[in-house]
C-alpha cells in the first residue's frame, strides 16, 4: 500500500514537472522552448499534459516548432486526447501552413476513418487546393470507409472527372457498388478516352444489370482502339432485342470492316438472335443489300437474314420486293434460294416462283427456282409437262432440279406416262448419278413400258459404268421380254455380254424360253457363255455349262466343237465330284464320231481312269471303236511303260470284268517283265482276277516266262 502511493505520488510529481515546464515555454525564447518541449514530450500520455500542450500549439507562431509539436503529439498516438473536437479544429487551423501539412493530413486522415467532422475538413481542403499529391493524399483517406455516407457519394460525384485513373478506378468502383451512378454520368465514363480498366468495369456492372446504354455503346463499338471493350460493348447491346437503325448500322459496319475477327464475330452472332424485325430494320437491312458491292458480304448479310425469313412475313415480302430491283446475280440467287425453303410450309409461294421462272433469264437462277419449286408436294397432272419441258434446258443445274421433280411425282398412272418420258435424260452422263439411278428405279417401277422407253434401257445396259444403273437396265429389260416375248430380246447385246463384257446378266433364263424365235443367234450367245471367263456370272445366274451342254443337246445336237470342249473339261478341269464325269460322259456320247475323240478317249482313261465312271465309260470306248476295242486296248495297254501306268487299264477290266477278253488281257498284262513284283500292280491285278472269277495263283503262275537252265539246275556242288 505504501509502494503503491510512492508510485501515484512520483507520478503527480512528474506530471507536475511537466506542466511547469510548459508553463515557462511561452516565456523562453526558441532554443528553450525546444529543450523544455522535449523534456515535457516524455509525459504526454497524460491527458492534462495533452491538453496543455494542445494549448501550446495552437498559440505558437514558429510554424516549424509547432509542425514538431504535432509530430510529437501524433508519435504518442491519437487515443489519449481528450478534446477530439477541438483538436480537429486546430489541425483544420494549421493546415494552411505548409510545414505541418504533411504532419496534419495524416492526423486528419486517422480521424476522418470515424470522425465525420474530420472528413468534412479534408473534403474542404480538397477543394481549396489543387496540388495534385495533396489531392491524392486526402483521397487516400476518403476512400477508406467502406460504407459512404451521402456527404461522401455527393463529393465522389463532385472529384470523379479530376482524378488521376487509380483513385478514379476506385471512384468509380466506390460509386457503382452504392449505385449511386445515373445513365448520364454512366455514359460519360463510356467513352473511348476513358481508361480501359475502367470502361471494363462499368461495361461489367452494365451487363450485370442488363443496362443499355445504344450511344455510348455504339460510339465504343465504333471508335475504341481496344478490341476486348469494342467486343464487350457488342455483347452488352445483344442483352436486348435491336430495333434501333443506328445501333444496326454500328453492328453492320463492325461487321464488315473491324480489324478483330473476335469482334466481327460477335456482330455476326448479334445478327444470328439478337436482332427485332422491325419495319424500318427490315427496310434499313434491305436497302443495305441492294448498296452493298461486296458480293461476299451481301452474301453473309442475306444468310443471317435467312432464319427470321421463316417466321417473318414482312421481311419475306421485303425479299421479295428486291428481287425486282438491279440486285447482283449471286444476291439474287441467294434471295431464290431462302425463299424457296419456305415453299414447301407456305405453299401461297408456289406460284411466284412459277412466275418467277417463267420471268428469270439466267439459267443459275432458273436451277435455284426449280429447286424450291421441285420440292413443293404435288400430284402430277401440270406439272408433268412442266418438268418435262425443264428436262430440255441447256443448264445441267435446271435439268437435275427437273429429275428430281419428277422423282417426287407420285407414281400413278396418269402419271406413268410423264415419268417413262423422262427417260431419255438417263443417258446423259454429266448430269448427277445418283439422281439419275433413283429415276431410272421409279421407271422401272411402271408395269409396262414403251418400247422407245425400254431401247433408252437397252443403250444403259451397253454404255453405262455404273453396276446400279445396268442392273436397273438389265430387270427392265427381262419385264419387256416377260410382257411382250422375244420381240423385246436384242440378241446382238446378249452376243456382245457374254461374248466381251462376260456378263450373263438378263440373259438367262429368257434364252431357254425363246431359244427357237432366233436359234442362229441363241446358239452363238450359248457357245460365246461357256468361255471360262463367265463362269462367275454363270454362277451368279444358278446357270452351269453342263446346263447349257444338254440344253444344246437337246435343241440343236452337240457338235465337234461342243464334244472338244466337253473332252477339255474331262482331261484339264477340276471337277470336284464324280458327277460332272458323268454328264460329260454323257455329252460326248451324243455325239461319239467326232474325229478327235479316239485318241482322246485313252488319254482321259489313263489319266483320269480312278475318276471317270468307267462302266459308262466302257459304253463309250463300245460305241467308238466297235469290234476293234479288244486289240486297241491290248497295245494301249502293253505300251504302258510303268505299274502306274497299267493300274487305270486293270481298274477299267475290274469293273468290266463280263467282257469276253477280259483273262486273256489279264494274263497279258501279268507277262510284262517285272510288274508282278510291284505290290500296287499285284493288288490291282487280285482284284481284276477276283472280279472276273480267275484264279490268280493259276493266272500268275501260267503267265510268268519260264526260268532260264542256270535257274533250273540250281548251284553247283563246287559252289
Not at 69 to 74: D, I, S
Not at 154 to 164: A, I, S
Amino acid at each position: 500500500m505504501q509502494i503503491t502511493e510512492e508510485i501515484k505520488a512520483r507520478r503527480t510529481n512528474t506530471r507536475e514537472q511537466a506542466l511547469l515546464m510548459m508553463d515557462m515555454v511561452p516565456l523562453s525564447d526558441t532554443d528553450s522552448k525546444y529543450n523544455l518541449l522535449s523534456s515535457a514530450a516524455t509525459y504526454l500520455n497524460d491527458p492534462e499534459v495533452i491538453g496543455k500542450w494542445i494549448g501550446l500549439i495552437a498559440a505558437e507562431t514558429d510554424t516549424r516548432l509547432q509542425a514538431d509539436m504535432l509530430q510529437r503529439l501524433a508519435a504518442g498516438g491519437l487515443q489519449p486526447i481528450p478534446d477530439k473536437e477541438a483538436f480537429i479544429q486546430l489541425l483544420s487551423d494549421t493546415l494552411q501552413q505548409n510545414e505541418s501539412r504533411d504532419i496534419i493530413l495524416p492526423l486528419l486522415g486517422r480521424f476522418s476513418i470515424t470522425n465525420l467532422t474530420a472528413r468534412q475538413k479534408l473534403m474542404d481542403f480538397y477543394r481549396e487546393h489543387n496540388n495534385a499529391d495533396t489531392r491524392r493524399q486526402i483521397l487516400s483517406w476518403l476512400l477508406i470507409p467502406v460504407e459512404a455516407s451521402e456527404e461522401d457519394i455527393t463529393f465522389y460525384r463532385e472529384v470523379l472527372e479530376e482524378t488521376d485513373t487509380v483513385n478514379k478506378l476506385v471512384l468509380v468502383n466506390r460509386l457503382l457498388l452504392q449505385n449511386k451512378m445515373d445513365s448520364e454520368q454512366i455514359a460519360g465514363l463510356l467513352q473511348p478516352i476513358t481508361p480501359d480498366v475502367i470502361k471494363e468495369m462499368v461495361l461489367r456492372y452494365c451487363l450485370d444489370r442488363s443496362l443499355v446504354l445504344p450511344e455510348p455503346l455504339c460510339e465504343l463499338v465504333r471508335s475504341d482502339k481496344n478490341p476486348g471493350v469494342r467486343r464487350f460493348s457488342i455483347q452488352l447491346l445483344a442483352v436486348h432485342p435491336i430495333s434501333d437503325t443506328a445501333v444496326m448500322d454500328t453492328l453492320l459496319k463492325a461487321l464488315q470492316s473491324d480489324p478483330d475477327e473476335a469482334v466481327r464475330q460477335a456482330a455476326m452472332m448479334i445478327f444470328t438472335y439478337s436482332i427485332s424485325l422491325t419495319p424500318a430494320n427490315i427496310e434499313y437491312l434491305c436497302n443495305c443489300l441492294l448498296a452493298e458491292k461486296n458480293v461476299q458480304m451481301a452474301l453473309q448479310l442475306l444468310q443471317l437474314l435467312a432464319p427470321y425469313s421463316v417466321n417473318n412475313i414482312i421481311l419475306s415480302e421485303a425479299l421479295w420486293t428486291l428481287l425486282d430491283k438491279p440486285l447482283q446475280a449471286n444476291v439474287a440467287i441467294g434471295i431464290y434460294d431462302i425463299l424457296g425453303k419456305q415453299v414447301p410450309v407456305n405453299i401461297s409461294f408456289l406460284d411466284k416462283f412459277v412466275a418467277a421462272y417463267d420471268k428469270e433469264q439466267r439459267d443459275d437462277a432458273k436451277a435455284v427456282i426449280l429447286k424450291a419449286i421441285s420440292t413443293a408436294m404435288n400430284e402430277g397432272g401440270e406439272w408433268n409437262d412442266f418438268y418435262l419441258k425443264a428436262l430440255q434446258a441447256p443448264s445441267p443445274a435446271i435439268r437435275e432440279w427437273a429429275i428430281r421433280g419428277i422423282n417426287m411425282i407420285p407414281l400413278t398412272p396418269e402419271n406413268s406416262g410423264a415419268v417413262a418420258a423422262a427417260a431419255s435424260v438417263l443417258l446423259q452422263q454429266e448430269l448427277n448419278r445418283d439422281l439419275r439411278i433413283n429415276l431410272a428405279r421409279k421407271i422401272s417401277k411402271i408395269p409396262l413400258l414403251p418400247a422407245e422407253t425400254v431401247q433408252i434401257f437397252t443403250r444403259l445396259v451397253d454404255h453405262d459404268a455404273n453396276d446400279q444403273m445396268v442392273s436397273i437396265a438389265t430387270y427392265v429389260q427381262e419385264k419387256a421380254i416377260a410382257h411382250t416375248g422375244g420381240s423385246s430380246i436384242n440378241w446382238d447385246q446378249w452376243l456382245y455380254k457374254a461374248d466381251v463384257s462376260h456378263e450373263t446378266d438378263g440373259i438367262f433364263p429368257h434364252l431357254w424360253v425363246f431359244y427357237e424365235e432366233n436359234p442362229k443367234m441363241a446358239k452363238k450367245i450359248l457357245y460365246a457363255c461357256l468361255n471360262p471367263a463367265n463362269a462367275n456370272s454363270l454362277y451368279y445366274q444358278n446357270v452351269s455349262d453342263v446346263d447349257i451342254l444338254e440344253f444344246l443337246m437337246v435343241n440343236d445336237g452337240i457338235d465337234d466343237q461342243l464334244v472338244r470342249y466337253a473332252m477339255n473339261k474331262l482331261l484339264q478341269a477340276d471337277l470336284g465330284y464324280e458327277g460332272k464325269f458323268y454328264h460329260y460322259l454323257l455329252i460326248i456320247k451324243s455325239n461319239p464320231h467326232a474325229p478327235e475323240l479316239k485318241p482322246a478317249l485313252w488319254q482321259l482313261l489313263e489319266t483320269r481312269g480312278n475318276n471317270i465312271k468307267l462302266i459308262q465309260f466302257d459304253e463309250l470306248l463300245r460305241i467308238v471303236w466297235g469290234p476293234a476295242l479288244e486289240a486297241e486296248f491290248r497295245q494301249r495297254m502293253l505300251q504302258q511303260q510303268t505299274v502306274n501306268g497299267l493300274l487305270p487299264f486293270l481298274k477299267y477290266l475290274s469293273v468290266n470284268n463280263t467282257w469276253e477278253p477280259v483273262p486273256s488281257l489279264l494274263k497279258d498284262a501279268a507277262k510284262l517283265p517285272g510288274v508282278l513284283e510291284d505290290s500296287a500292280f499285284k493288288n490291282a491285278l487280285k482284284e481284276a482276277c477276283y472280279s472276273a472269277g480267275i484264279d490268280f495263283d493259276t493266272l500268275v503262275r501260267t503267265s510268268a516266262p519260264p526260268p532260264t537252265k542256270e535257274v533250273e539246275e540250281g548251284p553247283g556242288f563246287a559252289d
